[in-house]
T-cell receptor, first 113, second 113 residues
Framework: GENVEQHPSTLSVQEGDSAVIKCTYS??????FPWYKQELGKGPQLIID?????GEKKDQRIAVTLNKTAKHFSLHITETQPEDSAVYFC????????????FGTGTRLQVTL | DVKVTQSSRYLVKRTGEKVFLECVQD?????MFWYRQDPGLGLRLIYF???????EKGDIPEGYSVSREKKERFSLILESASTNQTSMYLC????????????FGPGTRLLVL
């Protein structure tokens, strides 16, 4: 099955700086890569996703890049704000076993003033 | 607005008790999922269901069972709770098309004494 590794596990940045979270996956057949944000006391919420037919996708301050050859994808947050502080999860769709998502272990992002 | 609700936010049970965690979605989604979330381990899939009365084992099904008698409701059952099942439990639902947004509930934090 699919295996997703995520780094770093914690990340602290100053407000206004950029943050980058990286994930690698093992199954070359995976074709969908979402990113979820989990705020304190809430369930994860989708913030951006990318499909394997594109290399990059942007939504305001958030962007995701995908390198299919290297089997890794990254989340980029620019001009970070305190409300970006949360736990972020990457995931890959395991097409081999009836379309279930395999999640990374999460990154706790802390944006300091 | 899409909604996944879980019956309890916090639950305290004793070892050996039978525990029911309920999840309800109002989006007419075919697919529903149960995950547990533990620090450093991310989200791990326990069981999922593609349709009413259907269920599939996830990555860590031992000690759990599920029930899906109605499309909107997916129940997770701990037949005999153990202390190592103390965790955060997250329910999710999704349309039956694989590369679609998965919506999560707020989670149930279960403590087994």
């Amino acid at each position: 099955g699919e295996n997703v590794e995520q780094h770093p596990s914690t990340l602290s940045v100053q407000e206004g700086d950029s943050a980058v979270i990286k994930c690698t996956y093992s199954d070359s057949a995976s074709n969908y890569f979402p990113w979820y944000k989990q705020e304190l006391g809430k369930g994860p919420q989708l913030i951006i996703d990318i499909r394997s037919n594109v290399g990059e996708k942007k939504d305001q301050r958030i962007a995701v890049t995908l390198n299919k050859t290297a089997k890794h994808f990254s989340l980029h947050i620019t001009e970070t704000q305190p409300e970006d502080s949360a736990v972020y999860f990457c995931a890959a769709l395991d097409t081999g076993t009836a379309s279930k998502l395999t999640f990374g272990t999460g990154t706790r992002l802390q944006v300091t003033l | 607005d899409v909604k996944v609700t879980q019956s309890s936010r916090y639950l305290v049970k004793r070892t050996g008790e039978k525990v029911f965690l309920e999840c309800v979605q109002d989006m007419d989604h075919e697919n529903m999922f149960w995950y547990r979330q533990d620090p450093g381990l991310g989200l791990r899939l326990i069981y999922f269901s593609y349709d009413v009365k259907m269920k599939e084992k996830g990555d860590i099904p031992e000690g759990y069972s599920v029930s899906r008698e109605k499309k909107e409701r997916f129940s997770l059952i701990l037949e005999s709770a153990s202390t190592n099942q103390t965790s955060m439990y997250l329910c999710a639902s999704r349309n039956d098309r694989g590369r679609e947004t998965q919506y999560f509930g707020p989670g149930t934090r279960l403590l087994v004494l």
